[in-house]
Every structure is written in structure tokens, then in C-alpha cells.
């Protein structure tokens, strides 16, 4: 497997919940909408220490040179983790307005989402990158729930 596409599949910290959405964008002229599909990935995280912010930048890189029709809007969130979950990702999420993808830890810190349904399935993304094969299975097993994978890790290359 080949390296880019370990990043493409691994695009954030520890994990990432996957989501590559369409949005739609309209226009009122005169009454009438006109919408056009945008294929864009935001991405909340934590990684605003310099050398963080250097890797994030890199990662975001190496996925827009190998998907140049997909926008990345990265989303530093200058807070501890428990902080941006408690703060900021909760209240987006049980008011209808969840990003397309976040840091965080498996398990416990992503419990609430799981339980809450607001996690979409990764497996598709975790099957066309051979993840299986060079991701331990302790690992797997605790990014998955009910038997889907909800996260994917990002691995340090």
C-alpha cells in the first residue's frame, strides 16, 4: 500500500471521523435558487502547537495533491480536547450542525455520539485502504461500534 494513500485514509490525530459531504450553496435571484455540489471535508482539531499546525499542513497537502476535487477547511480549535468536546463539538452536534469530521479519542470521549446516532460509518473508507492489514485489531475493535467502524486513526508514518 502505498504511503499517500495511508495518509489519504489517516488525515487527522488519533482518529477521524469520517465525512466527506456535499453542501449545497444557493443564490436567490429573483425567487429562484440555483445550487451547485461542492465536494468539501472540514476538519476540527487540536493541532495548533507549531509543529502540530507543521503536520496537519503537510497531511492536508499530501490528501489535497492526491484529491484535488475535495477542499480540506482544517479547523483549529485552540482548547484541550475535553474542553473543545464539552464546549464546542456537543452543543453542533445535538443542534443539527455537526462538522464533517473531528479529533478525538475512541471510546469514552466519542461515546456520546455513538450513542446519540450521529456518527456516520467509515467502513467503505476503511475497505479501499486495506486499513485491516496494517492497523492492529485492539485498534479496530475500539473504532468501531455495533459493528461499524466509526473512526479511522492516523498513523504516524
Not at 44 to 68: D, N
Not at 101 to 118: C, L, M, N, R, V
Request: hydrophobic share 40%; net charge negative; charged share 20%.
Amino acid at each position: 500500500m502505498k504511503k499517500a494513500n495511508i495518509i489519504l485514509a489517516c488525515v487527522l490525530v488519533l482518529l477521524f471521523i469520517a465525512g466527506c459531504t456535499t453542501s449545497q450553496q444557493s443564490q436567490n435571484t429573483q425567487e429562484t435558487r440555483q445550487s451547485e455540489e461542492v465536494n468539501a471535508l472540514v476538519v476540527y482539531h487540536w493541532w495548533t502547537s507549531p509543529g502540530e499546525a507543521a503536520a496537519i499542513s503537510s497531511l492536508v497537502k499530501s490528501f489535497s495533491e492526491a484529491h484535488p476535487d475535495v477542499a480540506i477547511m482544517p479547523a483549529p480549535v485552540y482548547m484541550q480536547s475535553q474542553d473543545f468536546h464539552d464546549k464546542v463539538l456537543m452543543p453542533m452536534v445535538f443542534n443539527g450542525e455537526a462538522p464533517d469530521s473531528f479529533q478525538g479519542h475512541p471510546g469514552y470521549e466519542i461515546k456520546p455520539y455513538y450513542d446519540a446516532g450521529t456518527l456516520e460509518t467509515v467502513d467503505d473508507i476503511w475497505e479501499l485502504e486495506d486499513l485491516e492489514s496494517v492497523i492492529p485489531k485492539v485498534i479496530q475493535d475500539i473504532n468501531k461500534y455495533k459493528g461499524n467502524t466509526k473512526a479511522i486513526i492516523t498513523l504516524s508514518l
